[in-house]
């Protein structure tokens, strides 16, 4: 009865049928009523299944709003940065972990087409600093650079930016400054995944120096202060000490890590290995100076050590930087390890003197010294790398590329008479890049390319 009801409602209304008489209600439909009223019924079934799945898509949508705003009103702010147009390219990383000797000096090339540029390593002029600050970006082999730098935050100390590049997306810039209480007592870090186009800022890291009229990173030039072994996962280290390069010994600080890529840090060290150097007697009270942090894994980093008393020693972790112990290498003073994957890394002495590891840093094995005076490192994989030296040590001997095949037990002499430059970094065996300057706005900035593992070398730019 309460379906014949329905029906009889819908068909009026459908064909806009006045009250009836007494007794319509009891006459059966006619088949023409009938199935005009089906094809409505139909016709309005179907639109009702559409709204149905809209509202379902809405509800979905207001979820997702409200997750992912509450994430982002919790970690980070998007901050839109005016890099100018460009194509975007995802390439895989051809950097060694934690960066490495992948690169040495301001350029990072991941593809015969994109890479990175910092902006200057030595710059006391704030002024100065703020209008050349990087990053650069390029995606035509490096003919033309478009600066992608993040909002540059007030009251910036001198020198008081580090950078690291992952690879040919991932970009992350750390600006130190000060206050009214210290030339430097914070530091804010910016990330970006999409090559720069947008940024996303980081709160403020207080730090406290030694000293209120300490910078931070001053004089660092492109030393790993911050190193990421993926997008997710990185770490931070903050050295401090006097403006000027020639002033006392410099400290290390605080060890800072992040777990989602940069927009949230947790201070898992302070003054990282202390307890381990003041075993080892002598003054180090500077260890680290120069060389940064290196992580071969998300648990393993390496630190160096300056003008200690053991001399052939760094500091390992194996808890992701929480807790260090000592590591005696086979070279004296050695640099941070240059890792070219978890396994397998370069490490330099005193002397030019090389060693390699195939265990992760277990054991190490000596190489023969570098070729003289060699400036530039850089390694593609365990057993092909390049540096730049001279060709024997009489002075004013021109500089000259040398490559290894074997992991640098032997060097061949590549190339003709060249400049020192800035930057080498190789992207395979063949295809390389030299940098001359400080960054691609400076006035002696050029780029040379070469095509055939260093034997010629042709400006692009």
Known sequence: MIHEDRIRTRLQRAIGYEPPSPGFGSQPLSKVAVG???RRIAEESRNTGLLTLVAAVLALAVVVTLVLGARALHLAQLIPAHPGPHA??????NGPPCGGSGSAGPIEMFSSGAGWASGPGYLADVARQTLAKGPYRTT???????????????????DGETEFFLDSNHAWVAEAAGSGNAVADHVV???TADAGRTWLQSAALRITPADRSDVIW???GYSHWMCFIDSQNGWLLVESGPASPMGPTWRTGALYRTVDGGLSWKLIANNPGSTVV?????????YGIGDGVVFSSSVTGWLPLDGCASSDVLLVTHDGGVTWSARHVPVSYPTVP???????AILLGQGAVMATTSDGGLTWVTQPALPDQCSLLTFIDPTNGWCIGHGDSTPGAGWFVFRTRDGGHTWVKESGATTTGWGLTFIDTETGYQAVGESPNAGDWAL????DGGLTWTRIS
């Open 448 to 451: 040379f390319r070469t095509v």
């Open 88 to 93: 975007r390219l995802v390439i895989k990383t």
């Open 36 to 38: 005009r009223l089906e």
């Open 278 to 286: 003041r075993t080892l007697g002598g003054n180090c009270g500077g």
């Open 140 to 158: 035509d082999g490096g003919v033309h650079w478009i600066k992608v730098a993040p909002p540059t935050i007030a009251n910036l100390s001198p």
């Open 338 to 344: 240059y890792f070219t994957d978890s396994e397998h």
């Open 218 to 220: 001053e004089g660092s």
């Open 189 to 191: 870090v910016f990330t």
